[in-house]
Structures are given as structure tokens and as C-alpha cells.
């Protein structure tokens, strides 16, 4: 295995952690807001749920590219 072939390896492995690590992290960072939202402690302002929508495809495109 040549010295750009480790490289290339590399690249590939961050791009695949890189992708499952922001799914996970944003999964588990709405299960908390989730939470401070239906606790109803008298927010103003609660994000509409299809305003996230956008993360759905940027996520199934930076998956899509880590498993290219």
C-alpha cells in the first residue's frame, strides 16, 4: 500500500465518520430541544418543523457521498 493510497484511505474514512457524526450529533441535539419545547416553558418562538426539511437532503447527500 503506497503512501497515497493511506491517504486516500484516510480521506475516505473522515468523510464516512464526518457524515454518520453529524446525523448522530444533530439526532441527538433535537431529542433535547425536543424536550425543552414540549415542556412548555412559555418560549415565544418554536421552529416550525418543516423549516428543517432542508437537513434531510443535505444529510442523505453528505451520506450518499460518504458511502461514494
Do not use: C, H, K
Not at 45 to 68: G, T
Amino acid at each position: 500500500m503506497g503512501n497515497v493510497d493511506r491517504w486516500d484511505l484516510a480521506r475516505q474514512s473522515a468523510n464516512v465518520v464526518g457524515a454518520l457524526f453529524q446525523v448522530g450529533v444533530t439526532f441527538a441535539a433535537s431529542a433535547a430541544i425536543r424536550e425543552v419545547t414540549d415542556e412548555g416553558s412559555g418560549s415565544l418562538v418554536e421552529p416550525a418543523l418543516y423549516a428543517f426539511a432542508i437537513w434531510a437532503l443535505i444529510f442523505a447527500l453528505s451520506l450518499a457521498y460518504a458511502a461514494y
